[in-house]
């Protein structure tokens, strides 16, 4: 498991959590952050490991974002890739119906973008401290 990146991605949505939205991959046209996209769990991996020459090229910290679809492009297995993930590890942590207690049910009952940020972020770190296991 890539803790680097999955400890990456958490302080991403902590910091700015209007970027923060389990509802699609990549939004780049997202009203709600400064620069105007937001992003899943997996989105939030392939964002913040592109570079040059990748299909998604980002800057997060100028808030600058380019997407170019290519259909060969698996979004799921890149991003599990990236966080070097078993299939079954990528679904429990990156679809939020596969969330364990509480912070499913935290996720859904959130209110604000602070509160969605602080669910994800309460998920990643039990993914982290259970190896992926839970």
Not at 12 to 32: C, D, Q, T, Y
Not at 82 to 87: A, F, I, R, V
Request: glycine residues 6%; hydrophobic residues 40%.
């Amino acid at each position: 498991m890539n803790t680097q990146l999955l400890e990456q991605v958490r302080d991403a949505i902590l910091e700015e959590p209007s970027r923060f939205s389990m509802k699609e991959w990549v939004n780049p046209n997202h009203p709600g952050s400064k620069c105007g996209t937001s992003a899943c769990i997996a989105g939030f991996a392939l964002v913040l490991n592109t570079t040059k020459g990748d299909t998604a090229i980002a800057t997060w910290k100028e808030g600058i974002f380019r997407w170019a679809y290519d259909p060969g492009y698996v979004l799921f297995e890149d991003a599990r890739k990236l966080l070097d993930l078993t299939s079954a590890q990528a679904e429990r942590l990156f679809a939020d119906r596969n969330w364990p207690q509480p912070w499913r049910d935290v996720y859904r009952n959130a209110t604000t973008d602070q509160q969605a940020a602080g669910a994800a972020a309460g998920r990643i770190n039990l993914f982290l401290e259970t190896k992926g296991e839970q």
